[in-house]
């Protein structure tokens, strides 16, 4: 199947051309926000998807119809793509929920002065290395992976599309004292998901009775994602994703990485991540 992997060019980071222009980036990193918006923001592969779930199902006081008939793409739109006019536009969620990839030093400058939420989440770079050399093979709107060793090189330098990890998270954490921002992870869903739905939804100022707290709890479990059409991106068509080679939610685990990684290539991540997170006081789960 012809791959669509024309690339854009934007301040020096790669972004899909099928997804990204100058223009959609441009109007991206000069969005007016407003201070009732909530905006998620991933590095991707980690926990985007959930997050959009959690914020939703919170939003909705746990009723799940709004998951299980709007795309997650309209209801949480995605701020620098193409799509982002008509998908605001068509969101029928009364808090207006926005996504990014985008890095802090282009977005940031948006955000200044504003109370928008954002909700910045992070998942251990092994595992997300991982997740993003499947996603590769799974999308045809970014390159061919190559082998894993390759791949793995590529995102400790950054040369990969959406940049670098280490550059995304370090910079936006760093805007943690500036913004209103709330930090949530990867593993804290996976291994506490009704602490998470709590703290998000106090965030928010959403607070939730525990009935409507167990609804948004099953309704973003793994399973049940997995099976929602709405977020499963199983209505993607097949010139853009390749659903014979895999699904989008894959394991959802902690420490796949384990299953990936040769014990040469641990050392050489660990000594790299050493480097580049000298100065982030940030704790990692590497495995359950
Ligand atoms: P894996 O590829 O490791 O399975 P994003 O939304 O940022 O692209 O992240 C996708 C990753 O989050 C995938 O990881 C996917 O399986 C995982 N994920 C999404 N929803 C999840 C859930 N409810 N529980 C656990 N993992 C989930």
């Known amino acids: 199947m012809a791959r669509l992997?024309?690339?854009?060019?934007f301040h020096g980071i790669l972004y899909p051309g099928h997804l990204h222009t100058q223009d959609s980036l441009q109007l991206a990193v000069k969005f007016q926000f407003q201070d009732t918006d909530v905006l998620i923001v991933s590095?991707?592969?980690?926990?985007?998807?959930?997050?959009q779930e959690i914020v939703g199902l919170i939003s909705s006081r746990g009723d799940p119809h709004l998951s299980q008939t709007v795309p997650n793409w309209t209801r949480?739109?995605?701020?620098?793509?193409?799509?982002?006019?008509?998908?605001?536009?068509?969101?029928?969620?009364?808090?207006?929920?926005?996504?990014?990839?985008?890095?802090?030093?282009?977005?940031?400058?948006?955000?200044?002065?504003?109370?928008?939420?954002?909700?910045?989440?992070?998942?251990n770079p092994k595992d997300v290395v991982v997740s993003f050399y499947h996603f590769h093979q799974f999308t045809n709107f970014l390159p061919e992976p190559g082998s894993f060793s390759e791949f793995l090189n590529?995102?400790?330098?950054?040369?990969?599309?959406?940049?670098?990890?280490?550059?995304?998270?370090?910079?936006?954490?760093?805007?943690?004292?500036?913004?209103?921002?709330?930090?949530?992870?990867?593993?804290?869903?996976?291994?506490?998901?009704?602490?998470?739905?709590?703290?998000?939804?106090?965030?928010?100022?959403r607070p939730?009775?525990?009935?409507?707290?167990?609804?948004?709890?099953?309704?973003?479990?793994?399973?049940?994602?997995?099976d929602n059409?709405?977020?499963?991106?199983?209505?993607?068509?097949?010139?853009?994703?390749?659903?014979?080679?895999g699904s989008f939610m894959r394991k959802g685990k902690i420490g796949d990485w384990r299953n990936m990684f040769t014990k040469q290539q641990n050392q050489y991540f660990d000594g790299v991540f050493n480097s580049k997170m000298k100065d982030c006081s940030l704790e990692f789960v590497w495995e359950e």
């Open 5 to 9: 992997d024309a690339t854009e060019m």
């Open 43 to 51: 590095f991707p592969k980690s926990g985007t998807t959930w997050m």
């Open 76 to 123: 949480a739109p995605w701020l620098e793509h193409i799509y982002l006019a008509e998908m605001l536009n068509a969101s029928p969620s009364t808090l207006r929920v926005l996504t990014t990839h985008l890095p802090s030093h282009l977005l940031g400058p948006a955000l200044q002065g504003s109370k928008t939420k954002v909700i910045y989440v992070s998942r």
């Open 154 to 205: 590529q995102f400790l330098e950054g040369e990969q599309h959406y940049g670098s990890w280490f550059e995304h998270i370090n910079g936006w954490m760093g805007q943690e004292a500036a913004l209103n921002l709330l930090h949530v992870t990867f593993e804290e869903m996976s291994m506490d998901l009704p602490g998470t739905v709590d703290r998000v939804s106090s965030f928010l100022q």
């Open 208 to 226: 939730l009775l525990e009935d409507e707290r167990n609804s948004c709890v099953q309704h973003c479990s793994f399973s049940s994602m997995k």
């Open 229 to 245: 059409k709405m977020c499963n991106y199983s209505l993607v068509p097949d010139e853009i994703v390749n659903h014979s080679k």
